[in-house]
């Protein structure tokens, strides 16, 4: 069923869970919030969003060399203490979302990081490739707005599908590592290198390759 924005807004606003997270509990419940924020609290995600005000600031950079050296990557990945942050079960999810920024490429971290030049700019691309697939001026605009929620979930590693399991976003990976752990855990920024990157080269699957050298 259709999901209204405003029932979005309020589940949101109820449990402090993210957005497409919300989404996906409001259809799972056929629109119910109160069965919705049921879910989310089943899921951990209602509580781990009110552990959203804390300060963390202890953590680990973790680094992930593709085969050869071809991609790497850093990430900063907070928590609020240095047990935790030394802890195998948030090294190993370290490891996962630096494993995951190098097989997916996302380019932000969230939709938030996207510059309005940037949005503005494949807006622009967007309008003219409905344009000229002849589609009608006057439902231009909406098939518009459908293709940026699109690109956000392709170019900002918070709305990505997960490498390892496309049915979570890293959002809700994080939100459920957040809920096990029980300490504020923040993906804070990253940086992805690639051997040989803007000059001309022979096109790879890296996606396949960095999910076979991790024998997944």
């Keep these: 069923m259709a999901i209204n924005a405003a029932d979005?807004?309020?589940?949101?606003?109820r449990t402090g869970a993210g957005m497409l997270?919300?989404?996906?509990?409001?259809?799972?419940?056929?629109?119910?919030?109160t069965k919705a924020g049921e879910l989310l609290r089943e899921?951990?995600?209602?509580?781990?969003?009110?552990?959203g005000d804390r300060i963390a600031t202890e953590g680990t950079v973790e680094s992930y060399i593709h085969a050869g050296g071809r991609i790497g990557v850093l990430v900063e990945i907070n928590c609020e203490t240095d047990f935790v942050g030394k802890t195998e079960q948030f090294r190993s999810f370290a490891r996962d979302i630096a494993m995951?920024?190098?097989a997916a490429s996302p380019k932000f971290l969230s939709r938030e990081e996207v510059s309005q030049a940037?949005?503005?700019?494949?807006?622009?691309?967007?309008?003219?490739?409905?344009?000229n697939e002849g589609?009608?001026?006057?439902?231009?605009?909406?098939?518009?707005?459908?293709?940026?929620?699109?690109?956000?979930?392709?170019?900002?590693?918070?709305?990505?599908s997960f490498v390892k399991d496309q049915?979570?976003?890293?959002?809700?990976?994080?939100?459920?590592?957040?809920?096990?752990?029980?300490?504020?855990?923040?993906?804070?920024?990253f940086a992805r290198f690639e051997l040989g990157e803007g000059l001309e080269k022979k096109v790879d699957n890296f996606v396949e390759e960095v999910m076979a050298q991790a024998k997944l």
């Design 8 to 13: 979005v807004k309020t589940l949101r606003e």
């Design 21 to 33: 997270d919300c989404k996906k509990a409001l259809e799972e419940a056929n629109g119910d919030l």
């Design 43 to 51: 899921k951990g995600l209602a509580a781990a969003a009110k552990k």
């Design 100 to 102: 995951h920024i190098a």
């Design 118 to 131: 940037e949005l503005d700019k494949e807006k622009e691309i967007l309008r003219n490739q409905a344009l």
């Design 135 to 160: 589609k009608p001026e006057k439902i231009v605009d909406k098939m518009v707005e459908g293709r940026i929620a699109k690109y956000y979930e392709e170019n900002c590693l918070m709305e990505q």
């Design 167 to 189: 049915d979570k976003t890293i959002t809700t990976l994080l939100n459920e590592k957040i809920a096990t752990i029980g300490e504020k855990i923040s993906i804070r920024r």
